[in-house]
Each structure stands twice: as structure tokens, then as C-alpha cells.
């Protein structure tokens, strides 16, 4: 039966003990605090990036249509030639619009 009442100094020694390890897990915890800070600035960065790739993929997935599009589809071509060269069937005409000298100044 070693039930010996310490007093004043059994509870001291608790505290300091509870003290002692409350000491330790903050100290762990501000070892570790960069480098939770840096994952979560990495976390941050990699939902931007993943953005981008949704991004770029959309935009190769309609570019990828548009030459799917060019290769098995004739009225593509011809929609595309007509746009872009400004070419017309003989029995068309083509009218041009273009910007005036005013408009163009105010533009960079």
C-alpha cells in the first residue's frame, strides 16, 4: 500500500507534467505549422493548374470537332472557305463590310 498523499506537491508535479507535454505538442505543432502552411498553398496552386487543364481541355475538345469536322464534312469546308477567303457560288454575291478610319483609331 503505497497510497502516500504528497500534498501540495503531488499536484504540482501533475501540473508541471501536464504543463511538460501541452509544451511538447505545441512545439510540434509550430514545427510543423510551415509546412502546413506550404501544402496549402501547393493545394491552392494545384486547383488552380486543374482549372487550366479543364480549361484546355474544352478547348481542344472543340478544336479537335472543328478538324473532325473539316475532315469528313464537306459543307464545313465550304462554310469555312466562304468565312474565311470570302469566296462565293457563281450565282452569289459577296459583300464586304469594313471599319472606318475612326473606329480603327480608337482600337488597340
Request: aromatic content about 6%.
Amino acid at each position: 500500500m503505497n497510497n502516500v498523499d504528497l500534498g501540495i506537491w503531488g499536484k504540482l508535479t501533475r501540473g508541471v507534467i501536464f504543463l511538460l507535454l501541452l509544451a511538447g505538442v505545441l512545439l510540434v505543432f509550430l514545427a510543423y505549422l510551415p509546412l502546413i502552411r506550404q501544402n496549402e498553398r501547393y493545394r491552392q496552386q494545384i486547383q488552380l493548374l486543374d482549372a487550366q487543364i479543364q480549361k484546355v481541355d474544352a478547348a481542344n475538345r472543340q478544336l479537335q470537332s472543328e478538324i473532325n469536322a473539316l475532315r469528313n464534312n464537306p459543307q464545313a469546308i465550304e462554310l469555312l472557305a466562304r468565312e474565311k477567303l470570302g469566296y462565293a457560288r457563281p450565282d452569289e454575291t459577296v459583300i464586304r463590310f469594313e471599319e472606318s478610319s475612326t473606329n480603327r483609331a480608337t482600337r488597340h
